[in-house]
């Protein structure tokens, strides 16, 4: 079973769509997280979800908003995309903020043409 | 936040021990050192992490001198397989833990036959 799953793993879009991007995670995690990876792939952080508080990264536009049914998932919904929001998305997530190690999902290359 | 700073890339051959240093002057207090290993078209995964002297795994050795301003990822032995990606972050993460990690562009690690 995959730890953490990312749905869909590769996403086309035009400009000013809104789309989705699931995450899943089966470890029984507290913390789980939303980065982005650039075309010069540096990896930045976008969010942090605590099980009960978001920490929202200031950089990052409102049209990205995590929603989280539950603890086991932390979706991202992106409004009006725009061409600047192609990257792959990876979620990640860890027992807790402090643990040691986080795990990764496999990503999602969005591309918005 | 400390900044780290890392050669952009190395190369190696089969069998070799290779080690990788990182830079990170600014380091403070509360701050560890953590290690991810990225494979192309993969999410990062947990390498190694330590807080000071040495660290050692099944994977991996993180060497840190007395002053934790260097590190030094040491992988023994390595194969075609461990061409990829490595990071070096640091991070306070006693108080504000992931959240606050930031990945770099980290080395690229060829290995050849």
Redesign the interface.
């Known amino acids: 079973d995959t730890a ?1 799953s990312q749905t869909p793993k590769y996403l086309v879009t035009q400009m000013g769509n809104d789309k989705s991007i699931k995450c899943e995670q089966n470890l029984g995690h507290d ?1 789980m ?1 939303w ?1 982005k990876q650039d075309s ?6 976008m969010f ?1 979800y605590n099980n009960k508080e978001l ?1 929202i990264n200031e950089t990052v536009p409102n049209r990205f908003s995590p929603k989280s049914p539950d603890k086991a998932h932390l979706n991202l919904h992106i409004n009006s995309l725009e061409l600047g929001d192609s990257a792959v998305y ?1 979620c ?1 997530s ?1 027992q ?12 999602t290359r969005l591309t918005v043409v | 936040l400390a900044k780290t700073t890392q050669p952009i890339s190395m190369d190696s051959y089969e069998g070799q021990e290779v080690n990788i240093t990182c830079s990170h002057n600014n380091i403070a207090t509360n701050d ?1 050192i ?1 290690w991810y290993q990225q494979f192309p ?6 390498i190694i ?1 330590g807080y000071k002297t040495k660290v050692t795994n099944e994977v991996a050795s993180l060497f840190i001198p007395a002053d934790r301003k260097s590190s030094t990822l040491s992988l023994p032995r390595v194969s075609l397989s461990d061409t990829a ?1 490595y ?1 070096c972050l640091v991070g306070d ?2 108080n ?4 606050t ?6 080395t690229m690690l060829l290995v050849s036959p």
Do not use: C, D, H
Request: charged share 15%; hydrophobic share 35%.
């Open positions: 953490v913390t997280y980065y010069k792939k540096f990896l930045k952080i942090s920490i990876f990640a860890s807790s903020e402090q643990a040691s190690e986080a795990f990764f999902g496999q990503g | 560890y953590t078209s993969q999410g990062p995964r947990f992490q990606v990071y993460m006693i504000s833990g992931y959240s990690l930031t990945f770099g562009k980290g």
